[in-house]
């Protein structure tokens, strides 16, 4: 009976020690993971940022159902890396680059911000943003 305690006592500690040992490594992977994600997208933790979007045309201050889409994802992977986001129209922002992490939601031709980096970050490239058909429309 003695033995048969020791073995049912040892093989609790042994348990014990492995899920410690599983749940120390998984907590780092998850950390690491994360940091790595907060560095990439320049988001570390508590930190705000941009959420810049075009108005719909019709509206003042509506946005497009496909931009909204693209919103939810963005809100989704801000909040898993800790940071608070705020939406501004793209007229209304009037902060320099840099400043803090922005994501620009729509093209170059109805977000104005989207064109503004463009222009700041890429000199060498031009976009036709003009209505009107043309040999040039829609190239870059």
């Not at 998850?30 to 930190?47: C, E, I, N, V, Y």
């Amino acid at each position: 009976m003695n033995d048969d305690v020791r073995n049912i006592v040892l093989g609790v500690l042994a348990t014990g020690v492995s899920a410690a040992f599983g749940w120390v490594g998984r907590t780092y992977q998850w950390r690491r993971r994360l940091r790595r994600k907060q560095a990439f997208f320049g988001l570390p933790g508590s930190s705000e940022c941009l959420l810049v979007v075009n108005r719909e045309s019709g509206g003042d201050s509506s946005v497009h159902r496909y931009d909204v889409f693209a919103l939810l994802e963005l809100c989704a992977l801000i909040k898993d890396c800790g940071a608070h986001a705020r939406i501004l129209q793209h007229d209304q922002a009037h902060q320099g680059f840099g400043d803090r992490t922005e994501f620009c939601v729509g093209g170059p031709y109805s977000n104005r911000r989207t064109a503004a980096h463009l222009a700041t970050l890429l000199p060498g490239l031009t976009v036709n943003t003009d209505v009107e058909r043309g040999p040039d429309q829609g190239r870059s």
